[in-house]
């Protein structure tokens, strides 16, 4: 084979793998942004943290996290799905492996006014 002929089957070669590279890129991307986790974790810990916003002083609210304990069971996430850091006011929840999803509440908590039942897996917050 000439010299030629071997750099455009080189040049096609790298063509396809590269292409190969992108593709499962994207299909990966297309995969979890189709399994609705991320979107589930935002809009959980945004209402969960736009919730003790509104509240008033002294109100105590519960809130069903059930679906969230589902959604990360079939994610085979074994942790808990909601957890705050009471240092920064972040509301956290994470779903799956990776970072999780968080929203500052600008309500100040103290340390223990949220109390997570994981039997009934209901969320009880005391404002």
């Known amino acids: 084979m000439n010299k ?3 750099l455009t089957l080189q040049n096609t070669f790298i063509f396809i793998i590269l292409n190969v590279v992108f593709f499962a890129i994207l299909f990966i ?3 979890i942004a189709g399994t609705g986790v991320k979107i589930k974790e935002q809009a959980y810990a945004k209402q969960i943290s736009l919730t003790i916003d ?26 808990i ?16 492996k990776g ?13 223990g006014s949220i109390v997570l039942d994981e039997t009934n897996k209901q969320l009880t917050i005391s404002v």
């Open 81 to 96: 799905p909601v957890s705050f850091n009471y240092n920064e006011n972040k509301v956290i929840v994470k779903l799956g």
């Open 54 to 79: 509104q509240a008033k002083k002294g109100t105590n609210f519960t809130i069903d996290i059930s679906e969230l304990y589902e959604t990360a069971k079939k994610n085979k996430y074994e942790g």
């Open 99 to 111: 970072e999780g999803y968080s929203h500052v509440s600008f309500t100040k908590l103290k340390s």
């Open 29 to 31: 991307a297309v995969a």
């Open 4 to 6: 030629r002929g071997f």
